[in-house]
């Protein structure tokens, strides 16, 4: 097999792309944000953003684990899933990241909009 094969086989695989060809992305708290800052996006996100943070209240699917980087990824995710398509970016003052690997974790489902 040629080098070529192997290495778009490769991205096949550790890429995701939906069913219009486009790659999936989601938006994720950055690592390197204090917690403060992350607290003050996830605020506006949750608040004036418009994202539905219902999943990250106490006794919800996305609840734990419990940190406000968890949180923070969640709220930023939806809000960008909600209005990516109207303008919204993954930007909360530079506190986030676009990934293109699912973050879903156990019960906690992070929504995909294509």
């Not at 539905?52 to 684990?65: A, E, G, M, R």
Request: glycine fraction near 6%; charge should be negative; charged fraction near 20%.
């Amino acid at each position: 097999m040629s080098t070529s094969f192997l290495v778009l086989l490769l991205f096949m695989f550790v890429t995701k792309i939906s069913v219009n060809g486009q790659l999936e992305e989601w938006c994720i708290a950055d690592e390197q944000t204090p917690d403060t800052e992350l607290q003050v996006a996830l605020d506006w996100a949750c608040g004036k953003g418009g994202a539905d943070c219902s999943k990250i209240q106490k006794d919800q699917s996305c609840y734990y684990p419990n940190t406000v980087r968890d949180h923070a990824s969640y709220a930023f995710n939806n809000y960008f899933q909600k209005y990516k398509k109207k303008g919204g970016t993954c930007f909360f003052n530079n506190a986030a990241m676009v990934i293109q690997v699912d973050p879903s974790h156990n019960s906690c489902h992070y929504e995909y909009m294509p």
